[in-house]
């Protein structure tokens, strides 16, 4: 195998309430993805 560096720096929060830590970590003019599967996000979000 050639010799190789990935940097790959991304946390992952996961649970309940976690949309709300966002504020505390992502500035104004930062992207961010949002992944979710099998409508669990939008049943959680109420």
Request: avoid cysteine; aromatic fraction near 10%.
């Amino acid at each position: 195998m050639i010799p190789f560096l990935q940097h790959n720096p991304t946390k992952l929060w996961f649970g309940k309430n976690q949309i709300e830590q966002l504020a505390n970590e992502v500035q104004a003019y930062h992207r961010i993805l949002i992944v979710y599967g099998g409508g669990s996000i939008k049943k959680n979000a109420r």
